[in-house]
């Protein structure tokens, strides 16, 4: 008797029924991932577009890494960031912002073009940002401008 028990408790784990649940589960818990990961790229696409770098600070990690086309690289805390950020828009005012590919998997990244005005001359820089977890929240972890 306990062993058909057993049998029947087994058989009902592996059955598809089960598979699918589980399945569903991970399927639901990657769109709420990915759907979290889209806020903040659109958010980062808004403050980058606009020059507004307040839009931005609030994703930025304790470290991160900034490569920019005016000769800046390094790892720099959040306020540094913010200030690193702030100073290179004021020079170089964007125009418009717009992502060419979002991939929000694994690690998150995002590339795009930035048009902006630099010494009343308009230009264009390839940006790429990347996007870690840090604590349950998405984070910064590089952004490179060249």
């Not at 308009?122 to 490179?144: C, M």
Request: positive net charge.
């Amino acid at each position: 008797m306990k062993l058909s028990f057993y049998i029947l408790i087994f058989s009902l784990m592996v059955t598809p029924k089960t598979n699918s649940l589980v399945i569903n589960f991970i399927t639901q818990t990657n769109s709420v991932l990915q759907s979290e990961i889209l806020i903040v790229f659109n958010d980062i696409e808004k403050g980058i577009n606009s020059g507004n770098v307040s839009a931005i600070s609030k994703y930025f990690s304790t470290e991160t890494f900034l490569s920019l086309n005016n000769g800046i690289m390094g790892y720099y805390s959040a306020n540094q960031s913010y200030y690193v950020l702030q100073s290179y828009f004021n020079t170089n005012r964007p125009i418009s912002f717009k992502y060419s590919i979002v991939a929000s998997e694994n690690n998150p990244y995002a590339t795009g073009t930035l048009t902006y005005d630099s010494r009343n001359k308009r230009e264009t820089a390839q940006v790429f940002i990347s996007l870690d977890k840090f604590d349950k929240s998405w984070k910064i972890s590089q952004i490179t401008i060249k």
